[in-house]
């Protein structure tokens, strides 16, 4: 065993060779795809059928180049001339003759022109090696767009030279070290039509322009990325007056935190069956129920609160304009417009059947994205049924959702419910990713229809399970307790309140009846007292008689011994005592 | 260059152009090409040479060429859309034309200087 030193030439990887460097695109999305950018000093294949987007994906990746990082960039356009380019992108916000002024930028336009051409024999393309060299000099680029190549394969018959060539090319530009995009048209059965990913091997890009179901959708999917892990689904990308931006939408795995901060449903008896709270911040709640049930009236009440706390809100309305919500929320009590025009609440409304699924997901990641919302509004997400299979629509659902989550952002989403059965089956497949679910629903009692609410669920709380009937006046809206009938049936509205008459009517019967016997006994009382009353009296009279009695028995005693006294002074027997005891009974009284 | 030299091209197409007809009108030379090379390699060589030959015998007198290399003048050559190299720019007569290759297919040479008919 010789071999005890350890071996110099195995040191770690991350030692011996840098690891690839990236050259940031600017393009939203699109750096987080790659993580980073596209690799550095070397050629990617940008691949697609017409009209995808390939030449504004391209240049886009110049003018950021040029703008954000300091990379000058060299445009080689064989399709567009450098008039058209510059028109073409002055309607979206780039101003190419400036960059171009600014020697930031140069655009190069190869004409070729088949019905010119002549081949006599052997040849080569140094033309455009001279050509290009001499455009990246001049500014000093970093950057290079050849869009598309393959125009060379219509004007030069010779495939052999011009394969030869290529080649050739793309490994001149690696040694240039310039960060190049090829772009291809998408061919039959292979990538591009002329099999250019044969030579650009470091990177390939494909996108995509699909109709499906009459919903043009473009979509960004990274075939290759050779030494860079990449996100490898078909992302959705939109093209606006900002550019173009990629969503990596995927669903981003359950990592957000979950905080214990509440915010208030802006229906304070809903708030007090959530325990007085309403919903965490950060959650998700669905708002399901029947046509007319109030999804959206129970929508602006939370969107209303929100702006009152000064916290912005955006809404995403599918079914009504601004001007018909303000308006419709108005005739409960809630007046939006001032938030509105304050710039705190902003409402995008859309009819869903303007574009596909995932034309709406990326338009409400941008939306998201700018405005910057703590609470969110969709209504009604149940349109989007129509814009693809339920599969589709869910894994949409769980996109969005997760967005929202990581973003902290509280959502409230109704989704419209037919009035038929089973109300909860219908959106089992959405209501798990929610975290609290109301139900509202129509109760049928005799000839009218009443709205009641069940909060189906509500994740990480204690909540009530009791149904409330659900009433829309014109101070916004209310809940009541509901009845439940002899028979367990629900009552609501006017069989509620027949019910709640009957009750006080049978109160006041019962109160009539507690006051009858009150006054019986106080009757009672009082013949008791009278009879009270009338002893004393006699006793009084008695007395006073008995009195009189004795006082006459007394005065008689007196008189009976005046009496004797006088006819003892008649009779002159001892007249002395008699006179003394006559003087003594006129001094006192008597 | 008149309409009607072009129209007298446009008529020429369609059969051989007898190399009198063009002799005998007068005011100088009427071919002006350009030949288009990348440096002294031999295929630039090749292609002088050729050029050389052809218009010595079929245009003797009535033809300006000039030898450009891309390397020295390569605004020129951008100017002129020139990619592959050597490109023969037949700039006059109408139409313009670009001979790409070294010229040694002497056929399609006199075709593109549209002193003979395509075939």
Redo the contacts between chains.
């Keep these: 065993m010789k071999n005890h030193k350890p071996n110099r030439h195995l040191r770690p990887i991350s030692q011996r060779i840098s690891v690839l460097s990236k050259a940031p695109t600017g393009i939203r999305g699109l750096d987080e795809l790659t993580e980073g950018g596209l690799p550095k000093g070397r050629p990617t294949l940008l691949c697609g059928s017409a009209g995808c987007g390939k030449t504004l994906l391209a240049m886009e990746f110049l003018v950021r180049g040029a703008q954000d990082f300091a990379e000058p960039g060299v445009f080689m356009a064989f399709e567009e001339s450098t008039w058209e380019l510059t028109q073409n992108f002055a309607s979206l916000g780039h101003d190419l003759r400036a960059l171009v002024a600014d020697k930031k930028l140069v655009l190069?336009f190869?004409?070729?022109e088949p019905s010119?051409?002549?081949?006599?024999?052997?040849?080569?393309?140094?033309?455009?090696f001279?050509?290009l060299g001499?455009a990246i000099d001049s500014i000093g680029a970093k950057r290079v767009v050849l869009d598309t190549v393959e125009a060379?394969f219509s004007?030069?018959s010779n495939t052999a030279v011009l394969r030869a060539e290529l080649r050739r090319l793309f490994r001149w530009l690696k040694e240039k070290g310039v960060t190049a995009i090829i772009t291809g048209e998408r061919g039959e059965n292979s990538l591009t039509r002329y099999g250019l990913e044969e030579y650009v091997a470091d990177c390939v890009i494909v996108l995509d322009h699909r109709v499906e179901g009459q919903m043009a959708t473009r979509r960004l999917r990274i075939v290759k990325y050779r030494g860079s892990t990449h996100g490898t689904s078909e992302y959705p990308f939109l093209i606006d007056e900002g550019g173009i931006s990629i969503l990596p939408i995927t669903s981003m795995g359950l990592t957000h935190e979950a905080g214990t901060e509440r915010v208030s449903s802006g229906v304070s008896r809903l708030d007090a069956m959530m325990s007085g709270k309403g919903y965490y911040r950060g959650s998700s709640v669905l708002v399901s129920g029947t046509a007319g049930s109030g999804k959206t009236s129970l929508a602006a009440h939370f969107a209303f609160a929100a702006t009152a706390r000064g916290e912005r809100c955006l809404w995403f309305a599918f079914e009504e304009s601004e001007s018909q919500i303000i308006r419709n929320m108005r005739s409960i009590g809630l007046d939006l417009e001032p938030a509105v025009r304050g710039g705190i609440l902003r409402i995008h409304a859309e009819r869903p059947t303007i574009c596909g699924l995932e034309m709406h997901l990326v338009t409400i990641h941008k939306l998201v994205n700018e405005f910057k919302p703590r609470v969110v509004v969709i209504d009604p997400v149940s349109n989007f049924a129509a814009l693809g299979s339920d599969a589709q629509v869910r894994a949409m659902m769980t996109r969005l959702i997760d967005f929202f989550k990581m973003q902290r952002i509280t959502a409230l989403i109704t989704t419209l419910t037919g009035g038929s059965t089973l109300v909860e089956a219908v959106e089992a497949g959405v209501s798990s990713l929610m975290d609290a679910w109301l139900l509202l629903r129509d109760v049928q009692n005799g000839a009218e229809r009443n709205r009641v609410l069940h909060l189906v669920k509500s994740r990480g709380m204690a909540h009530s399970n009791q149904v409330r009937e659900f009433l829309l006046t014109d101070h916004g809206v209310e809940m009541r307790d509901v009845y439940a009938g002899p028979s367990g049936a629900l009552l609501a509205g006017s069989a509620r309140d027949a019910l709640e008459a009957r009750e006080k009517a049978e109160a006041l019967v019962r109160e009539q009846e507690t006051d009858g016997t009150k006054r019986a006994l106080e009757r009672r009382r009082q013949a008791m007292e009278a009879q009270i009353a009338a002893l004393r009296a006699e006793f009084e009279v008695g007395q006073v008689e008995a009195t009189k009695t004795i006082g006459q028995d007394q005065t008689r005693g007196g008189v009976l011994a005046s009496d004797r006294m006088e006819m003892a002074r008649l009779r002159q027997s001892d007249a002395g005592a008699a006179r003394k005891v006559l003087k003594h009974k006129r001094g006192a009284p008597s | 260059m008149t309409t009607k030299s072009k129209t007298a091209a446009r008529e020429a197409k369609g059969r051989p152009l007898a190399f009198d007809q063009i002799r005998v009108k007068p005011g100088g030379p009427r071919y002006t090409l350009r030949l288009?090379v990348?440096g002294m390699k031999p295929?630039s060589a090749?292609?002088i040479a050729?050029i050389k030959e052809i218009c010595e015998e079929h245009l003797r007198g009535l033809y300006v060429l000039e030898v450009i290399d891309?390397?020295q003048q390569?605004?020129l050559?951008?100017g002129d859309?020139?990619?592959?190299?050597?490109?023969?720019l037949k700039k006059l007569t109408p139409?313009?034309?670009?001979?790409?290759?070294?010229?040694?297919?002497r056929e399609?040479?006199l075709?593109?200087l549209d002193l003979k008919a395509k075939t």
């Design positions: 190069d190869v004409h070729i010119e051409i002549e081949e006599t024999g052997d040849y080569d393309l140094e033309g455009l001279v050509r001499q060379l004007g030069l | 288009y990348a295929r090749r292609a050729n891309i390397y390569p605004a050559a951008a859309q020139i990619i592959a190299v050597p490109t023969l139409p313009l034309r670009r001979l790409i290759g070294d010229l040694s297919d399609r040479v075709v593109g």
